[in-house]
């Protein structure tokens, strides 16, 4: 299961990552009242939600094995993350920073459910999991670079669904 997700996240972020922002170029042409066009913001939800997604699978392992004690500490120390970093990162950056605590809160929980369902659930399997991982997180990037190259070619709806197309057969 965790290793469809991985395949299934490093198919489906490719295209994302590469096309989000001509998407939002095509969707805002003609609106000139705000600059909607913004890589950071993209990365940042994209980043995010990458994590979010990624401790899926581990979070399941969790509930499943009956662990409830672990699940409910690891749960509580993401919400403190959130709550301490929302207040102090959005008091300093703004939209930014709450988007920052968002992304610190879901690499914690990725973090503490994946080390624990591959070193107590599933013990010495962690090596298999980072041999999964590694080269899917490594492809994706390299697919996000050289898809984001051809990403200037977008001139309007129809070369955006085409390379998307292209983009989404090759990952």
């Known amino acids: 299961y965790q290793y469809v997700i991985i395949i299934v996240l490093t198919a489906l972020f490719v295209p994302l990552s590469v096309l ?37 699978p581990s979070g399941i392992c969790v509930y499943m094995s009956g662990s409830f004690k672990v699940a409910k500490k690891i749960q509580i120390l993401a919400f403190l993350i959130l709550v301490l ?3 102090i990162l959005g008091q ?4 930014y920073g709450f988007l920052i605590s968002i992304l610190l809160c ?3 929980l990725a973090l503490c459910e994946i080390v624990y369902v591959h070193t107590k659930l599933i013990p010495r399997s962690i090596g298999h999991f980072l041999q ?29 669904i085409v390379l998307a197309f292209i983009i989404t057969t090759i990952s």
């Open 20 to 56: 989000i922002v001509p998407f939002v170029k095509i969707y805002t042409q003609g609106i000139t009242d705000v600059q909607y066009i913004n890589y950071e913001l993209a990365t940042l939800l994209i980043v995010s939600t990458y994590f979010q997604l990624l401790h899926i």
């Open 85 to 87: 970093s929302n207040l």
């Open 92 to 95: 300093l950056l703004g939209l």
């Open 106 to 108: 879901n690499l914690f």
């Open 132 to 160: 999964i991982w590694i080269p899917n997180l490594l492809v994706m990037i390299a697919l996000i670079i050289i898809g984001s190259c051809f990403s200037h070619m977008v001139k309007g709806v129809l070369s955006w």
